[in-house]
C-alpha cells in the first residue's frame, strides 16, 4: 500500500558545478622534474626562478610529447554532475582517482539534469559523421515534460520502498541515470590534458573530438582551475595543438 508520507520535492537543474578543493600544481613543477635529467639535484633551483624564463623549455616538451614531468603536480576536483556524466568520465582512469557519494549508504536526494534551452537536441547524420542541431520550442517542451514527469515517478517509487523497509541499495535501482551525483575527482596535468583532449571540442585541437555536452561543460570547469594555476602549461597545450604529451 503506498504511503502518504511526503518525500522531499524533485528538483531540476541544467548546469554541473567543479570545484576546486585542493592543489599541489604550478608550472614551476614541470620546470624541476624536466631539468632533473641533465642537472641532479641542481634542478631545485628551479623552484625559486621565475617560470617565464623557461616558456621555451615547456613548449619543447609538449611538442616532443615529453610527457612525464607534467605529472608532478596535483590537482582535486568536486564535480556535482548526472550520473551518466560520471559513467563516461570513469572510462578514464590513467591519472585519475575517483571517490563518489554512495547510494547504498546515503538516501539519494531527487536532483535531475533536464537540458537547458541552448542544448541540442537533435542529431542530424549517421554514427561517425553527425552533427547535433538545436531543437525546436516543441521538441525542448517535450523533452523537459517528459524527463521530469519520468524522475517524479521513478523517485516516488524509490521513497515508497524505502518507506516499505527496502535497502538503499535495492531502492536506488529504480533511479535514472539523470539524476545528480557527486565525486571528488584527483589528477595530475597531463592526465587532465588527455581528458581535455577527449572531451571538449576546441578551435585549436589538431585532432576533433566530439564530446557529449554535458561532460564537456566539466571538462570547460576544470579547464579554467588548471589554466589559472599553470598558465605556461596551459598556453604550451594549447599551442601544440591540444594533445597530451
Not at 40 to 68: A, F, I, V
Not at 89 to 111: A, K, T
Not at 112 to 123: A, I, S, T
Not at 147 to 155: C, D, T, V
Request: aromatic content about 10%; overall charge neutral; some cysteine.
Amino acid at each position: 500500500m503506498k504511503s502518504d508520507k511526503a518525500g522531499p520535492e524533485p528538483s531540476f537543474r541544467s548546469d554541473v558545478t567543479v570545484e576546486l578543493v585542493k592543489h599541489s600544481a604550478s608550472d614551476t613543477d614541470v620546470l624541476w622534474a624536466a631539468r632533473v635529467s641533465t642537472a641532479g639535484e641542481q634542478s631545485l633551483d628551479e623552484l625559486t626562478k621565475d617560470p617565464e624564463r623557461s616558456k621555451g623549455l615547456l613548449n619543447y616538451l609538449m611538442r616532443d610529447r615529453h610527457g612525464s614531468p607534467f605529472e608532478h603536480n596535483s590537482m582535486t576536483f568536486f564535480v556535482t554532475a548526472p550520473i551518466f556524466v560520471f559513467r563516461e568520465f570513469m572510462r578514464h582512469r590513467v591519472g585519475w582517482s575517483y571517490n563518489e557519494e554512495s547510494g547504498r549508504y546515503r538516501e539519494l536526494q531527487p536532483v535531475f539534469y533536464v537540458p537547458g534551452e541552448d542544448r541540442k537536441l537533435v542529431q542530424r547524420g549517421r554514427p561517425g559523421k553527425y552533427e547535433f542541431v538545436h531543437g525546436t520550442p516543441e521538441q525542448h517542451k517535450t523533452v523537459t515534460e517528459a524527463m521530469e514527469e519520468s524522475y517524479r515517478r521513478s523517485y516516488a517509487a524509490y521513497q515508497e520502498m524505502l518507506e516499505a523497509g527496502v535497502a538503499r541499495e535495492v531502492a536506488r535501482a529504480t533511479l535514472p541515470v539523470g539524476l545528480f551525483s557527486s565525486m571528488y575527482a584527483t589528477c595530475n596535468a597531463r592526465s587532465l590534458m588527455h581528458f581535455l583532449g577527449l572531451r571538449t571540442q576546441h578551435e585549436l585541437a589538431k585532432v576533433p573530438s566530439f564530446p557529449q555536452r554535458e561532460i564537456e561543460m566539466v571538462g570547460e570547469r576544470m579547464e579554467e582551475h588548471w589554466r589559472l594555476l599553470m598558465p605556461l602549461t596551459h598556453a604550451a597545450f594549447n599551442a601544440n595543438g591540444r594533445v597530451a604529451p
